[in-house]
């Protein structure tokens, strides 16, 4: 008689599986954001699970940023919208797990940045245009003081995110501004005549997204991104990866 034969059953841990049905409910709308989820106990009874399952797919989705929980008597657990942090906190994972190259950053930034800036010129509203133009004017006035001038630079490539109007990209650019951020202070790079040709670029930029002109903005980003990436790659104290 032919031996039966079955597959290997896979049984999902409880915990992943009330997780699970949660994250639909808050991703699908209805559970809102602030939206208070059952107690503990309510949900231990409503799903006859343990206490600890149900804590341990709190902390689950806690940890993604679809829930904030407050301990104690008073406390309890309310829906979130997944914020702009979540996904920074994965892709620094990736990245440095990984080992992600710093010439790799470079080229995602001159893949996205350039489609960024098109955007912006043909989407921005007039309160975004005014903010981009005050973003350059405080890169201008941080001129003399590195560490400033570094951290304006950054929020000004953000601001051109935002005015995209391309909420994915938008994210995405701000998850990656910490290792923007890194890529630019590397010691004695960010010279003053760099800092010059720096705002000299952001100049040109800024008035091709005032003027409404995608593809100037598109070609004028792209020109100062490659610029800036020969510059690091030719400098001699780069890292090959973002530490």
Known sequence: MPQLKLAPIHVPKSSDVLADQLRKQILGGELAPGAPLPTERDLVLQTRLSRGSVREALRILEAEGLVSTRPGRL??????????ESLAKYINLFVHGRGISLKSVLQTREAIEPALARLAALNRTAAERDELVRATERVEQAYADTPLY??????????????????????FMVAISSMIYKAS?????????????????????????????????ERRMARHLAALREQMQAFPDAPAYLA
């Open 75 to 84: 406390g309890g657990s309310v829906a979130r919208q997944p914020g702009d």
């Open 150 to 171: 570094l951290a304006e630079n950054v929020k000004w490539h953000c601001a051109i995110a935002a005015a995209s109007h391309n909420e994915l990209l938008r994210a």
């Open 185 to 217: 202070a590397i010691e004695n790079f960010a010279t003053e005549d760099i800092r010059r040709v720096v705002i000299k670029a952001h100049r040109r930029i800024l008035d091709a997204i005032v003027a409404g002109d995608g593809a100037a903005a």
